[in-house]
């Protein structure tokens, strides 16, 4: 990846306030777009001279971002360095643990139910039943998804066709 451009530039501070609305930091929403706009492993160095900021907080961040499933390091034969790339399973992983923490929500507010004193509290009961509902309806999306990603042609194989050895 050489520079970035204008339309680049936009889309990683965008991601960047999208994470931080999100709970995160915003040079994790950075790390995390620019290595979505990557084709090849970036190093934390590169990652460091392409968003302009110091390599101990990519090194900070990097772990943040793995942390949530979102990143994973690679390997390059010959280098020592640590690269990084989108995980093939971030999406998956967000979803998982959006569910669990809806899961954990869910038991909170069943267990104050269950409470008598509590048990005629209109919104904790339906704080419960929408995320129950919504835990229904969303059964089975991690599975719907692999199927339709398996279904798609492989981006890398449309790749590799105009590339030469």
């Known amino acids: 990846m050489t520079e970035l451009g204008d339309a680049e530039h936009r889309f990683i501070e965008a991601m960047a306030l999208h994470f931080e609305r999100q709970g995160g930091t915003r040079i994790g929403g950075r790390i995390h777009a620019l290595l979505m706009l990557a084709d090849e492993p970036l190093s934390l160095k ?11 907080s990519v090194s900070t961040n990097i772990r ?19 690269y990084y790339i989108i995980s093939s ?34 919104h904790l009961r339906e704080a419960a039943e929408f995320c129950e509902f919504y835990l229904a309806e969303m059964a089975g999306i991690a599975e719907r998804w692999r199927a339709a990603r398996a279904a798609r042609p492989s981006r890398a194989s449309k790749a590799s066709k105009g590339r030469t050895a």
């Open 89 to 122: 399973e971030g999406w998956e992983s967000r979803l998982s643990t959006a569910e669990e923490a809806m899961k954990a929500f869910v038991r909170v507010c069943r267990g104050a139910l269950a409470s008598p004193r509590l048990a005629d509290k209109a």
């Open 64 to 82: 943040a971002c793995m942390s949530m499933g979102l990143v994973e390091p690679v390997s390059v034969p010959g280098d020592r360095q640590h």
């Open 46 to 56: 590169r990652i460091a001279e392409l968003l302009k900021v110091s390599a101990a």
